[in-house]
């Protein structure tokens, strides 16, 4: 039984390495557009404009507010 929960513990381990890894991957790109002052804030803009219709899109699909 021991065994069983050795192999479960490692699933969250495993999905958060895996997570961690391909938001690091994605941010990689993007480092260097954030030594330029216009395109680091073209890009916060972008992130932040992102965020906000990913929100609004969501709240209006599940009827919150």
Request: no cysteine; proline share 6%.
């Amino acid at each position: 039984m021991k065994d069983f929960f050795d192999n479960v513990s490692r699933y969250p381990r495993y999905f958060i390495s895996f997570t961690l890894g391909v938001f690091f991957n994605a941010a990689q790109p993007l480092v260097p557009l954030l030594q330029k002052p216009s395109t680091a804030i073209a890009l916060v803009g972008a992130v932040v404009a992102g965020f906000l219709f990913l929100t609004f899109t969501l709240r209006a699909m599940l009827g919150l507010g």
